[in-house]
T-cell receptor, first 110, second 112 residues
Framework: KQEVTQIPAALSVPEGENLVLNCSFT??????LQWFRQDPGKGLTSLLLIQSSQREQTSGRLNASLDKSSGRSTLYIAASQPGDSATYLC?????????FGQGTTLQVKP | DVKVTQSSRYLVKRTGEKVFLECVQD?????MFWYRQDPGLGLRLIYFSYDVKMKEKGDIPEGYSVSREKKERFSLILESASTNQTSMYLC???????????FGSGTRLTVV
């Protein structure tokens, strides 16, 4: 059974720092991997989608990578800002269903 | 952009009531999903549908049912609400596996 793990569970950094959020999955037979952002009490906002044939995707200050062979994905956030404070979730698509990690809660301090 | 609309942001219902949570998407997506999100348990799939009139059980279907009479609308039904169904409910839709999922803003349901 596919399991998705995100480490660390929480992270606090000063404004301006570059940071990496980690996501690992146990079964490499995924169709794609999607990163989401969730603000407190709100729904999920899609950040980046990486197909299984791709190695990375970029959007603005965000870059997500995917290494299926090692079962890992990373989300890189450049020059972090207080507005980046949120919970970040990764999810692997397998057999038509998204399987989520528990998330990393990020706090960026001014 | 695709929009997934959940009709209520907050709901308070009494134990034993029949509860309907509505979800509508505006981009002709085939696939729709219902998740619940709880602290420490993350997001768990309740039901999903790949076509009109079609439904499949997810990981935690007990106590729930769904209805998909039209392509754009996917309803989650709590047959007899219980306090352990107090949760954040999230609806999502997808055009296909290579397009990713789009989520609604969620419904915070409290059963008292």
């Amino acid at each position: 059974k596919q399991e998705v793990t995100q480490i660390p569970a929480a992270l606090s950094v000063p404004e301006g720092e570059n940071l990496v959020l980690n996501c690992s999955f146990t079964d490499s037979a995924i169709y794609n991997l999607q990163w989401f952002r969730q603000d407190p009490g709100k729904g999920l906002t899609s950040l980046l989608l990486i197909q299984s044939s791709q190695r990375e995707q970029t959007s603005g200050r965000l870059n997500a990578s995917l290494d299926k062979s090692s079962g890992r994905s990373t989300l890189y956030i450049a020059a972090s800002q207080p507005g980046d404070s949120a919970t970040y979730l990764c999810a692997a698509l397998e057999l038509g269903k998204l399987i989520f990690g528990q998330g990393t809660t990020l706090q960026v301090k001014p | 952009d695709v929009k997934v609309t959940q009709s209520s942001r907050y709901l308070v219902k009494r134990t034993g009531e029949k509860v309907f949570l509505e979800c509508v998407q505006d981009m002709d997506h085939e696939n729709m999903f219902w998740y619940r999100q709880d602290p420490g348990l993350g997001l768990r799939l309740i039901y999903f549908s790949y076509d009109v009139k079609m439904k499949e059980k997810g990981d935690i279907p007990e106590g729930y049912s769904v209805s998909r009479e039209k392509k754009e609308r996917f309803s989650l039904i709590l047959e007899s609400a219980s306090t352990n169904q107090t949760s954040m409910y999230l609806c999502a839709s997808s055009l296909g596996p290579d397009r990713g999922y789009t989520f609604g803003s969620g419904t915070r349901l409290t059963v008292v």
